[in-house]
Nanobody
Framework: QVQLVESGGGLVQAGGSLRLSCAAS????????MGWFRQAPGKEREFVAG????????YYVDSVKDRFTISRDNAKNTVYLRMNSLLPEDTAVYYC????????????????WGQGTQVTVSS
């Protein structure tokens, strides 16, 4: 079992920045590939970013490339999502998730999920 707890969400103006954190506990953190997803009201959950077990590979949805950066610190059992140049359409609940295998962009591949943190971007 892995427990995931997100933090760092909040209200920010368009063009601003936030850094989300996801602290993991339970099994060895470096065993898992990690991802960030988001879900806006009335929309399906969508993949935002993914990172390999030791951080050598990162993946992003096109709409956040060059604005968001995913990273991880295995010594701290934490994955981060740095979000710059935020847009109102980035408003959503953001979830971190952990997987042992499967596709980095498919929610069904992820075995463990956090409770989510709200990000609201005002125009």
């Amino acid at each position: 079992q892995v427990q995931l707890v997100e933090s760092g969400g909040g209200l920010v103006q368009a063009g601003g920045s936030l850094r989300l954190s996801c602290a993991a506990s339970g099994r060895t953190f470096s065993y898992f590939y990690m991802g960030w997803f988001r879900q806006a009201p009335g929309k399906e959950r969508e993949f935002v970013a993914g990172i390999s077990r030791f951080g050598s590979g990162t993946y992003y949805v096109d709409s956040v490339k060059d604005r968001f950066t995913i990273s991880r610190d295995n010594a701290k059992n934490t994955v981060y999502l740095r979000m710059n140049s935020l847009l109102p359409e980035d408003t959503a609940v953001y979830y971190c998730a952990a997987r042992e295998s499967g596709s980095y962009s498919e929610a069904a591949s992820y075995d463990y999920w956090g409770q989510g943190t709200q990000v609201t971007v005002s125009s």
